[in-house]
């Protein structure tokens, strides 16, 4: 059982798939950053030196300044600003994702279009693929013309 999850952990899906993860945790890290230190505040001026990471609704009916006060004293309370902090990460992190997908979409078609020349043709008479300078067939030995129509004997 050992043997078996040493050859599933090894294979090179399995590692590319662990990279994958750690990169995109370290990413997230950095839009994470990049949304609450940069993007929101921002925002935040542009609206009115608002502070999103400061806005909540208090359920509990005792007044609160901060939202670690109320957190301090245990207060039911809605954190939207820190619930727009999340959605602006979100649609960063997925914009970029597309970005690179779309990327990687773009290289994939252009490998496709550099593809090798056809080396083979169809015998028109047996149907079989021969090489695309081949004058007879090798599977019925019909005589082909330059044009790969097939001359009868």
Known sequence: M???????????????LAVGVVIGGAFGKIVTSLVN??????????LGKVDFSGLFINLSG?????????????????NYGLFINSVLDF???AFSIF????QLNRFKRKQEVEKAPETTKEC????????????RCPNCTS???PKGTLAHE
Do not use: Q, R, W
């Open 2 to 16: 050992l043997k078996e999850f040493k050859e599933f952990a090894l294979k090179g899906n399995v590692m590319d």
């Open 124 to 135: 028109p008479h047996c149907i079989s693929a021969i090489p695309i300078k081949a004058t």
């Open 37 to 46: 230190d940069i993007i929101t505040p921002l925002i935040g001026m542009l």
């Open 91 to 93: 649609v960063i992190i």
């Open 99 to 102: 970005i690179v997908i779309k």
């Open 62 to 78: 005792v007044p609160y300044k901060t939202i670690a006060d109320a957190k301090l004293a245990k207060a039911a309370t809605l």
């Open 143 to 145: 005589m082909l013309e």
